[in-house]
């Protein structure tokens, strides 16, 4: 039986995936296996390449369309690691990322989350900053990427990733759920993950319109874990006051910017590269 699984959906990204299993097979830990779900891919290609796919300790699982969610929850199920890793089919790991998050939580059994510090690649380049992770700011939004390191038995006792938990917000109430059953949390100030950009990504290809129905998906991550929003936050009148206080001064702070000489002298140095973008634009 493994330690790891480190668990791939993968849907029509087969020109990737080969890089990715890459990746994990590089590391310096090899007590690991690797679960690919192809979730009902339509492209040839990824279907042809996955359906012999021929890589030390990987397995494919091929099942219908199912969506990333459940895609995730089927690969930890057949997996058999303690420890599992996900991993999206297009993105990277450092050959040391797996022995370091092992070790750590090898050593401190209250830790339930393990992460890292990132850097993107593809079409954007950079490091993907997050703020430092607390409690707070974790109840306030995600701070997590979903390619974080957790306890199997924490999967099974939390039932996995919630699938009715849509528009992105699936990562955040899992962790969320992790976090609940008193496990800690722990960043390695380090770049050992690697996330690729493309313009498929699901950050680019979200739909602004369906916005409009985050009320009910927040509505029901807040139902779930109001005991750690109660006991974080128990004064939502102060709450919304600091909200309504950091709004207004963040206001103030933006009409300052405008009214700053070197504002004032960027914006008149820039236009005339605008007026000439706008002619290109009409032409």
């Given amino acids: ?34 679960i690919i779900v192809n979730d009902g891919s339509k492209d040839e290609y990824t279907n042809q390449l996955l359906a012999s796919f021929n890589k030390p300790k990987t397995k494919v699982i091929t099942t219908p369309n199912q969506g990333v969610v459940k895609a995730r929850n ?21 050959p040391e990322y797996m022995s370091k998050a092992v070790k750590l939580l090898d050593e401190n059994p209250k830790l339930g989350i393990i992460y890292c510090k990132a850097l993107m690649f593809g079409e954007d380049e950079g490091e993907w900053i997050l703020p430092e992770y607390t409690i707070n700011g974790m109840l306030a939004q995600c701070l997590i ?18 699938y009715e938990m849509s528009y992105y917000y699936e990562d955040w109430d899992f962790w969320l759920s992790i976090i609940e059953r008193g496990r800690e949390v722990y960043r390695i100030p380090e770049f050992h993950f690697y996330y690729r950009i493309v313009g498929t990504s699901r950050t680019r290809t979200r739909d602004w319109q369906e916005e409009k129905k985050l009320g009910v998906v927040t509505q029901r991550l807040y139902k779930k874990h109001v005991q750690l929003y109660v006991e974080h936050f128990q004064n939502p009148i102060t709450l ?22 070197d504002y004032r002298l960027g914006h008149f140095l820039l236009s005339p590269f605008r007026f000439v973008k706008k002619l290109l634009k009409s032409s």
């Fill in 1 to 34: 039986m493994p330690k790891v699984s480190v668990i791939i959906p993968c849907y029509n990204l087969g020109k990737f995936v080969e890089e990715t299993v890459d990746s994990v097979l590089a590391s310096t830990f090899t007590d690991f296996e690797i």
């Fill in 74 to 94: 089927t690969a930890v199920q057949n997996s058999t690691g303690n420890y599992i890793l996900p991993l999206d089919a297009d993105d990277k790991i450092s």
């Fill in 145 to 162: 990427f979903v390619t974080g390191f957790f306890r199997r038995e924490d999967f099974d006792s939390i039932g996995g990733w919630d």
């Fill in 240 to 261: 919304y006051s600091q909200l309504q206080k950091n709004k207004a001064s963040s206001e103030e702070h933006i009409k300052w910017v405008y009214n700053t000489s």
